[in-house]
């Protein structure tokens, strides 16, 4: 799903670069924005942000399947193996972690490399540089996922919607 949202992106951002010049509502929207940079930049900028906000919204959804686990008795058979509690919320969370990281990265280098074929532009440096761009959502997703498992640790009867406030007030 994410790699066509960087598809996407990559394939749009040059039209929409040619939409800004005679449309002045959008040019000061793109400012209010933090129009530093091209109006692309500032487009894969917000967009970016979105794909963080999915992507941690994945993140928690791997880790209501630990709720779950545990709720439906799955949990109790896991520890009675002698695999800990706290080895098991490990690699639970390690898990959603990694995954959300990829997700983020490869969503930033498809953008990076369909944005560079479609306007006939360096790939390897499009598709660092936006790689690269996407990564800075993701110390974001990351505390919010931090903070869900927290929850989980501590108050589990309300982790469910204390990790989806947490993101919907993001």
């Not at 487009?43 to 630990?66: K, V």
Request: charged share 10%; glycine share 14%; proline share 2%.
């Amino acid at each position: 799903g994410m790699v066509l949202v960087g598809a996407t992106l990559g394939g749009v951002a040059h039209g929409f670069e040619s939409l800004i010049p005679g449309n002045e509502a959008m040019q000061e929207l793109l400012a209010a924005l933090g129009g530093g940079g091209s109006a692309s930049d500032i487009m894969f900028s917000a967009t970016f942000g979105i794909a963080a906000i999915a992507t941690a919204a994945y993140i928690i959804q791997l880790l209501i399947r630990m709720h779950t686990e545990e709720t439906t008795g799955r949990l109790g058979l896991v520890l009675s193996t002698g695999y800990s509690r706290t080895k098991w919320l490990l690699t639970h969370s390690s898990f959603a972690f990694m995954t959300g990281a990829a997700i983020l990265l490869v969503t930033g280098l498809v953008t990076g490399v369909v944005y560079a074929l479609v306007g006939n532009m360096n790939v390897a440096e499009s598709t660092l540089r936006l790689g690269g761009a996407i990564l800075v959502q993701l110390p974001a997703v990351f505390v919010l996922a931090s903070i869900a498992t927290l929850c989980f640790a501590v108050i589990p009867q309300k982790f469910i919607p204390a990790a989806w406030g947490m993101l919907g007030g993001s």
